[in-house]
């Protein structure tokens, strides 16, 4: 299973961008997919979760209301909505993959992305 995800960039506060992520290798649907991101010095942290289907979603009360996750299956895609950024958004974004249970912990995941560079200027 891999994962690329994509669309990173340099964007200023307010502003929005949409982060996007391709899985190959085995039956995307059967997969919880998961948002973390890291700034430096800090821990991963979890960003948001979608099920298999696409019906269960949550996002970290960070992001509430600002992110959005979604999913495409015919595309074998997620992705992740971000709106009005803020500076404390800064971070690199993985999105990652999990055939089991759980969603929040990073430990739950099997497969990860390389990670894309979101920073946000104030």
């Known amino acids: 299973v891999q994962l690329q995800a994509s669309g990173g960039g340099l964007v200023q506060a307010g502003d929005s961008l949409r982060l996007s992520c391709v899985v190959s290798?085995?039956?995307?649907?059967?997969?919880?997919m998961g948002w973390f991101r890291q700034a430096p010095g800090k821990e991963r942290e979890f960003v948001a979760f979608i099920s298999g289907s696409g019906h269960g979603t949550w996002t970290a009360d960070s992001v509430k209301g600002r992110f959005a996750i979604s999913r495409d299956n015919a595309k074998s895609t997620v992705y992740l909505q971000m709106n009005s950024m803020k500076p404390e958004d800064t971070a690199v974004y993985y999105c990652?993959?999990?055939?089991?249970?759980?969603?929040?912990?990073?430990?739950?995941?099997?497969?990860w992305g390389q990670g894309t560079q979101v920073t946000v200027s104030s």
């Open positions: 290798g085995r039956t995307f649907s059967s997969y919880i």
């Open positions: 990652a993959a999990n055939s089991g249970t759980g969603w929040a912990s990073p430990s739950r995941y099997e497969y």
